[in-house]
């Protein structure tokens, strides 16, 4: 659901959720009202409430598609990869490149665009962190098995650190009305990160 979608190949749920991603990108710090929101996809209220019964249910279904987006995608990268240190920097990569291409969607991530929303929302966002963070360390686990690499912390503590390290960049991305882009630097800078978390016996 990027904004290169065409929408006159969407369906009228998911003309909704991308004009409410488009406006999270658009008007940050600024409230989304339904009545906004109507207007932006052209159609009444009642019409909103016919495809989400809440507002928070338009939060979910943009979360459904991040989730969805993300670990389709991981799934595919373990498939592809079996080195375990392409293989984490695959899926921060994927994060990365997934924040810069839906803007909007990253003020979802880092929370503030759920502020005044349902405690659900931002527990089912917690989870999505939580879920890369328990794959990377799940692949850091498996590589000192298989290929003799160890972190110079726990597997647990590198996983954290990895993980805060992306989470970052996306949080530098809204913070600067998303002109510093989560992906410029990232080679170099994971380039340190391997040398300082991982080792080989």
Not at 89 to 96: N, P, Q
Not at 97 to 112: K, Q, S, V, W, Y
Not at 124 to 129: I, L
Request: proline residues 3%; aromatic residues 6%; charged residues 25%.
């Amino acid at each position: 659901m990027t904004e290169s979608t065409p929408t006159a190949t969407l369906s009228r749920r998911d003309q909704i959720l991308q004009a409410l991603a488009h406006m999270l990108e658009t008007s940050p710090g600024q409230t989304i009202t339904t009545a906004r929101l109507a207007k932006a996809v052209g159609v009444s209220e009642a019409a909103l409430y016919r495809h989400f019964p809440s507002k928070a249910k338009m939060f979910e279904g943009l979360i459904e598609f991040i989730e969805d987006t993300l670990f389709s995608r991981v799934n595919r990268i373990l498939q592809e990869e079996q080195s375990a240190v392409p293989r984490v920097e695959a899926v921060l990569t994927l994060l990365l490149a997934f924040a810069e291409r839906n803007p909007g969607m990253c003020r979802i991530l880092i929370g503030d665009a759920l502020a005044g929303e349902v405690e659900r929302l931002r527990s089912r966002v917690a989870q999505v962190f939580d879920r890369l963070e328990t794959q990377i360390k799940q692949i850091i686990r498996e590589a000192e098995i298989r290929e003799g690499i160890r972190t110079t912390v726990t597997s647990t503590q590198a996983a954290n650190l990895l993980l805060a390290a992306a989470e970052g960049k996306i949080n530098q991305f809204v913070r600067s009305e998303f002109k510093r882009k989560p992906t410029d630097d990232w080679k170099t800078q994971w380039d340190v990160l391997t040398q300082a978390v991982f080792r080989r016996d």
